[in-house]
């Protein structure tokens, strides 16, 4: 698990740290000047973009080190007079030339602004920025872009690598940060406020058979969704089920003779109350929103399992809200809203996704994973995970059923819901690339491609 931090955690740990700020400085400044000189592979000409504070303070200081390695190292002060006084001075002592505008250099080095960074660059700094044409190197993170959000207001740069210290944080997951490569400076930090799982974790958690499994131990999924409309998301959320894990999925809909066809193995009836016992129940994709929808989602969140609560179904609770009454407050539930269904259930998304998410969980005691190209899964219990695509293939019509199959089949398998939506997030952007291989891929070859994502994850895991 890779754990991120707010820049007010990262200041609370400095201020805790043993060693004075100036020490830390100097080994952000040489890590970064180590990134740097890996990054130039023999070239020798680099330039630094100088901002107001710190992040300045530490480009400065690897301008140092970078000129005792005989780089020819030039900086632009964007605020000469409030340029890190200790940093310039060594700099200059070192050999390094301050400038008006960069010549033309192999590598230029962003220290304009870092973790006490408001907005998107200034004017005076787009103007720097956009005369750079060599790969750029940020400290700490890319200028412009908000270190707890990674929100862009503005303009901000574009970094080939950013080089970070101490921890991560959250924009390094949520935003391009290009290659991240994180220096120890000694930092010690407490619990994450955002997580990232590994491929060998997610591997390790997801459910597969033993020697004493049989087709119910692995847990039934129940599928409530599609319509006489939209056969097409039960066939996708159903199929995803049955891929997903080695249990038993039964389907409950209007649209069950599709399903049939389509998934022999899975057991169709055309209503819920006629379908059995199941472990965890998928219920939206597809349904509609009219009476019959509503029925459905009741009964569902009757049931006393856990529910994965997806796109039409959201929108019944969001214009219901009364429907969430039904539900035993014991079962886990899991919202898996897209941001125009979570406007509709919780109020606009805005820049901050994580914080968004997280009050959303509190709010509806549930686990609430609300898509993107970075997707975000917080627990009522303020655990929050995130999932990066590799990709943007996934972004495609009926590709949020397949997640919504799969997140129900690990919460049969009785997974803990948390790592389940993040579990199924994560085999779902993978199957995506895997499917995509550079391609646009319709929603059912990425469904295709789930036992492939599976297996991937499943080699990863060390053997004991
Ligand atoms: N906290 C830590 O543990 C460490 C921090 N270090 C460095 O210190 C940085 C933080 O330094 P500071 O707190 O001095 O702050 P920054 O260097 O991030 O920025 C502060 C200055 O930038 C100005 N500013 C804010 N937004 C701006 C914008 N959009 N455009 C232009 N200027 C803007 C502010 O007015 C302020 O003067 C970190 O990002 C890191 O690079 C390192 O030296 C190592 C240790
Ligand atoms: N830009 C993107 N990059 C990667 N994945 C994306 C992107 N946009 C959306 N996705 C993923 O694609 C899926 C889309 O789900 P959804 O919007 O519910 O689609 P649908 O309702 O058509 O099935 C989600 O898993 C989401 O995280
Ligand atoms: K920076």
Redesign the pocket.
């Known amino acids: 698990m890779r754990g991120m931090w707010t820049a007010a955690e990262?200041?609370a740990?400095?201020e805790r740290a043993p060693v004075a700020?100036s020490v830390?400085?100097r080994r952000?400044a040489f890590g970064t000047a180590t990134v740097a000189l890996s990054m130039l592979d023999g070239r020798r000409r680099v330039g630094l973009l100088v901002?107001?504070?710190?992040?300045?303070?530490?480009a400065l200081w690897a301008g140092y080190f970078l000129r005792r390695r005989g780089v020819r190292v030039y900086a632009v002060l964007l605020a000469p007079e409030?340029a890190h006084r200790a940093g310039l001075a060594a700099f200059r002592r070192a050999g390094g030339r301050v400038v008006d505008l960069l010549p033309e250099v192999d590598l230029v080095v962003d220290g304009?602004?870092?973790?006490?960074?408001?907005?998107?660059?200034?004017p005076d700094?787009v103007a720097h920025v956009e005369r750079v044409t060599a790969p750029i190197l940020a400290?700490?993170?890319p200028?412009?872009l908000d270190a707890d959000t990674g929100a862009a207001s503005g303009r901000h740069v574009r970094a080939a690598v950013t080089v970070t210290?101490?921890c991560l944080k959250p924009v390094h997951a949520l935003a391009d940060c290009g290659d991240v490569r994180l220096v120890d400076?000694g930092?010690s930090v407490d619990s994450p406020y955002l997580s990232e799982l590994t491929s060998a974790e997610i591997g390790a958690l997801w459910p597969v058979p033993g020697r004493s499994s049989d087709k119910y131990t692995q847990g039934v999924t129940g599928v409530a969704a599609g319509s006489s409309v939209y056969p097409g998301a039960a066939v996708l959320a159903t199929g995803a089920a049955v891929l997903g894990t080695s249990g038993m999925v039964r389907y409950a809909g209007a649209a069950a003779e599709a399903v049939r066809a389509r998934w022999p193995e899975a057991i169709c009836t055309g209503s819920i109350t006629d379908a059995g016992r199941v472990q965890a129940w998928v219920v939206g994709p597809g349904l509609g929103t009219g009476s019959s929808a509503e029925a459905a989602l009741r009964t569902v969140l009757e049931a006393g399992v856990p529910v994965c609560v997806d796109a039409d179904a959201i929108t019944l609770l969001a214009t219901n809200p009364s429907l969430s009454d039904a539900r035993d407050p014991a079962t886990p539930l899991v919202l898996t809203p897209h941001d125009r269904e979570f406007a509709r259930l919780a109020g606009a998304v805005g820049d901050d996704r994580v914080g968004a998410a997280r009050r959303a969980a509190a709010r509806f005691d549930a686990v609430v994973l609300l898509k993107g190209h970075a997707t975000v899964i917080a627990a009522p219990d303020g655990r929050t995970l995130v999932n990066r695509a590799g990709s943007s293939w996934a972004a495609t019509a009926g590709s949020g059923d397949v997640l919504s199959g799969l997140i129900g089949a690990l919460l049969a398998s009785g997974t803990d819901p948390l790592l389940a939506a993040a579990g199924a997030a994560h085999v779902h952007t993978l199957a995506a690339d895997l499917a995509a291989s550079g391609a646009p891929i319709p929603a059912s070859s990425l469904l295709a491609a789930v036992p492939d994502a599976v297996r991937t994850v499943r080699a990863l895991v060390p053997s004991e």
Do not use: Y
């Open positions: 990262v200041r740990a400095e700020e830390l400085m952000a901002g107001a504070g710190n992040n300045g303070g530490d409030r304009i602004v870092g973790l006490s960074g408001r907005g998107g660059l200034r700094a400290v700490d993170l200028s412009g210290f101490g400076i930092l």
